[in-house]
């Protein structure tokens, strides 16, 4: 037997049991979880409460990076490029299928280099304007929108965004178009309704909602079918006559692609016990979001889950003739 060969063989066990023992031993540091929108908004809070459980279940700390801009765009190449070994994850919603449509290029391609963790919420959208808007309850909302048009400023978080479909989805069911005015997360889109710049917001409930109970903005509708039992008192918007307009956000838990399977186990399992955690989903609830049941807190669900947005609202926007470049 030459040396070369045994060096070689050696070198290959090394390897190898390296290998093992870092995923016997994963997490054995901090994990960052990257919520791609700004702070204070609905995916920052709902990176928080899942960063919070899952540190839990991982016994290990899990900070959160609010790497935003670009629809979300940035904070998701920075975890397409990062090392594929658990501790780079990203929490995202629609904008991870909405961005193929709506930029040019890409710097990661969001089914190739990524792997998929599991569903971890869903949740409904609130039409809210700011507390002085001239309109106090839907049927005004509407007759002042029409008849007001661009003098209105519907605030949203970039193309592609869930308060960006939901305010496209508003205007066309309406027949007006708005004033939109962008920001990097509807974190600071709030701040501006609340402080008055900003006339309308079509927000995930999570920040609107104790908002609204606190009589700091107004809600004008629940973006959908059915009346939000958060605020009963509210109208969803087909009480208008408003027909086909009904819009629902999911987040998801995403690794680099590559990581390996024990690490993505570990994760997967953190994931499921923290959607079915009591504490998770009362937080969760009292914002108007549902944590998934377990069968969707699963790779293939989520995988499902991103190709049917895919297809179906970048392929709206596609057709609307949006474009973020
Ligand atoms: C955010 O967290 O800022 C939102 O999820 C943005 C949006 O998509 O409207």
């Known amino acids: 037997m030459s040396f070369r060969f045994v060096r070689t063989g050696l070198a290959v066990l090394m390897a190898a049991l390296s290998w093992h023992a870092g995923a016997q031993d994963f997490p054995n ?48 190449a920075k975890v397409a490029r990062s090392k594929p070994d658990g501790y780079t994850l990203l929490m995202i919603h629609v904008s991870h299928a909405t961005n193929t449509a709506m930029y040019k290029s890409l710097p990661y391609h969001p089914v190739d280099d990524f792997e998929p963790i599991g569903r971890a919420t869903s949740g409904p959208m609130l039409i809210a304007t700011r507390n002085d808007f001239p309109a106090k309850n839907l049927q005004e909302f509407v007759a002042y929108v029409k008849a007001n048009g661009p003098k209105v400023s519907l605030a949203h978080a970039g193309v592609g965004s869930a308060s960006h479909l939901c305010g496209l989805m508003m205007m066309n069911a309406l027949n007006v178009k708005l004033n939109e005015i962008p920001y990097k997360g509807t974190g600071p889109a709030l701040t501006d309704l609340l402080g008055g710049q900003v006339d309308v917001l079509c927000d995930q409930t999570s920040g609107t909602v104790p908002s609204v109970k606190t009589g700091k903005i107004k809600a004008m509708a629940s973006a959908g079918k059915t009346r939000l039992p958060q605020l009963p008192e509210v109208p969803a918007i087909s009480e208008a006559g408003v027909e086909g307009f009904e819009i629902n956000i999911s987040f998801g838990l995403y690794a680099p692609k590559g990581t390996p399977k024990p690490e993505m186990d570990k994760l997967i399992s953190a994931l499921q016990k923290s959607v079915s955690d009591p504490d998770v989903r009362q937080r969760l609830e009292a914002m108007g979001i549902s944590a998934v049941s377990v069968d969707l807190a699963r790779p293939e669900a989520l995988r499902a889950h991103l190709k049917n947005e895919i297809d179906t609202l970048g392929g709206l926007l596609v057709k609307a003739g949006v474009k973020a470049n």
């Open 29 to 76: 540091r901090t994990i960052t979880m990257v919520m791609p929108y700004a702070a204070g908004g609905p995916g920052d809070t709902i990176t928080r409460v899942f960063a919070g459980a899952m540190q839990k279940h991982l016994g290990q700390q899990i900070v959160v990076d609010n790497t935003a801009g670009a629809s979300g765009s940035i904070g998701t």
